[in-house]
């Protein structure tokens, strides 16, 4: 018998308020102390000097303005660099839709007292490459980057900003609130079929080096990583080497018999 | 029925009668309202097909460096990192009512002017706000309206707040017999000018506005 693989959600959750906190916390600073060592949020992050510009945001950019901006690049770099080797972890790991998701979740969990949350709507996953392609098709047509106005990640910390530093609300954030209630109806809903930076993240991530690896011979078919996956994929079937998967650990840590662990895949 | 019937008397009562449809008009009219911004969404340049002109107007201007009108929407990723860097509050975004404009920054100077720190021109990602110097900055160009100004239109009138408050006096503004007159090479469009006026108009204008005529250059490929 191996040893039980690493408990990988609290892990998740720090880096999840981590990341939250980070974008809760830094408007108040500039804006009282002129703190501009960080600065910005999922859109476009500054640490010091290093910048981060989210792919999708900078690719559209690029696209409909037909130019290219230098410094635009460096920042995309990390970004898809991030996810050309571990896959979509920016929506497992950092985003805070996945944040308030996980919240919503817990206090769910708190009320139900069930483990397991029911999926609602299932349909079809390659939606998910029909809403990247529509929007930058879109994008294109209208002349603007659109994904700027429902990018949940991005609006959550123009929404804090914006309370922060002017004391209202912008209309946009009608969004957010449009998808934590798709979470309410069905298990990450916006994120499985209809979030185009989700989409571009995996689109990159295809051939990611780190994936979720299940060894048949320990698998004694119980179902419940399948249970406990947020984004409804079966690792019995071998869903966890599909694109769709975002390495957040969940069916490693439930199975019992230990046979789902990450692997550096070597190429 | 019953009720309509009991509204209208109601009406009649107090003697105002509003006039039955008007209800339904305001109706077509606010549908017609949807339609247009919707078509707005849909349009990016303000020409013959669109009905959504840029947000950018007299004393509503862009950021320093800003790119010209043209582009500025498609480049621009809405990020919001000038309005967050900005010490002052003086960029503020636009929301989704603007069209394909929602999102993107502006700068009302008669509320806050630029005050020139060029903090925003560092931070943005998309080179949407180029970065460059305090005096190549050209927001617009202060324009005086001789009719206005207590100084031109007036014999004894003594006032130089637009003098005293600009950021390269001697340079973007000097004074002719004691008359504020812009230097249109050196005028940065900061606005600071427009803050400090202290005439305003009938029209809301003031006796100085910054014009954006930097703003509607065509780019060129």
Redesign the interface.
């Known amino acids: 018998m191996k040893k039980p693989p690493t408990r990988y959600t609290p892990i998740r959750i720090i880096t999840l308020t981590a990341a939250f906190l980070l974008i809760l916390i830094t ?1 108040y600073l ?1 804006m009282h102390f ?1 703190f ?1 060592f960080i ?3 999922f ?2 992050l ?1 640490i010091g000097n290093l ?1 981060f ?2 792919p999708l ?2 690719l ?2 690029i696209l ?4 290219i ?1 230098g ?2 690049l460096v ?1 995309m770099l990390i970004p898809i660099l991030l996810a050309l080797f571990l896959g979509r972890v920016f929506c497992s790991w950092i985003c805070p839709i996945s944040f308030l998701s996980e919240l919503i979740d817990w206090i769910i969990k708190l009320i139900t007292k069930k483990k397991f949350r029911p999926f609602g709507i299932k349909l079809s996953r390659r939606i998910l490459w029909f809403a990247l392609i529509g929007e930058i098709l879109l994008a294109l ?5 659109i994904f ?2 429902l990018s949940p990640p ?1 609006l959550v ?2 929404e804090i ?2 309370v922060t ?2 004391k209202t609300v ?3 954030g009608v969004v957010v609130i449009v998808v934590l209630l798709m979470h309410l109806v069905s298990k990450r809903m916006f994120c499985r079929y209809f979030c185009p930076l989700g989409a571009l993240l995996a689109l990159i991530g295809i051939k990611r080096r780190l994936v979720m690896k299940s060894d048949p011979d320990q698998c004694i078919e119980c179902g419940i990583c399948k249970k406990s996956c947020p984004l409804g994929l079966d690792p019995q079937k071998g869903e966890n080497l599909s694109p769709y998967c975002w390495n957040c650990g969940k069916c490693s840590e439930v199975c019992k018999a230990s046979a789902l662990r990450f692997v550096w895949k070597d190429l | 029925m019953k009720l309509k019937n009991k509204k209208l008397s109601k009406n009649k009562k107090s003697g105002n009668p509003l006039p039955a449809d008007q209800s339904k008009r305001l109706l077509l009219k606010s549908l017609g309202s949807a339609g247009i911004f919707f078509l707005g969404l849909s349009s990016k340049k303000a020409g013959a097909f669109s009905l959504k002109a840029s947000p950018v107007k007299t004393n509503v201007l862009r950021p320093p460096g800003a790119v010209p009108e043209d582009i500025f929407p498609s480049k621009c990723i809405r990020c919001g990192r000038c309005v967050e860097v900005c010490p002052y509050k003086a960029i503020r975004p636009l929301d989704i009512r603007s069209g394909v404009y929602a999102g993107t920054p502006l700068v009302f100077v008669e509320e806050i002017p630029c005050y020139l720190c060029m903090k925003c021109v560092e931070v943005c990602p998309t080179g949407t706000l180029r970065p460059i110097n305090q005096d190549e900055t050209r927001m617009g160009l202060a324009v005086i309206d001789k009719h206005a100004c207590v100084t031109w239109s007036q014999e004894l009138a003594l006032c130089r707040t637009c003098y005293n408050v600009c950021p390269f006096k001697e340079k973007a503004i000097k004074l002719d017999e004691l008359r504020p007159v812009i230097i249109d090479k050196y005028c940065t469009g900061c606005g600071l000018c427009v803050h400090g006026c202290q005439v305003t108009q009938k029209n809301g204008k003031k006796a100085i506005n910054v014009e954006p005529i930097y703003a509607f250059r065509t780019v060129k490929w």
Do not use: C, D, K
């Not at chain 1, 409909?64 to 130019?67: A, D, F, V, Y």
């Open positions: 408007p500039n002129h501009s600065q910005g949020w859109q476009s500054s910048w510009v989210s945001e900078g559209e950019s409909t303005s037909r130019s901006y410094p635009l920042g047509i209208i002349g603007a980057p700027v106005f991005g910390g123009r900003m914006m530093l002017f912008a209309i946009e």
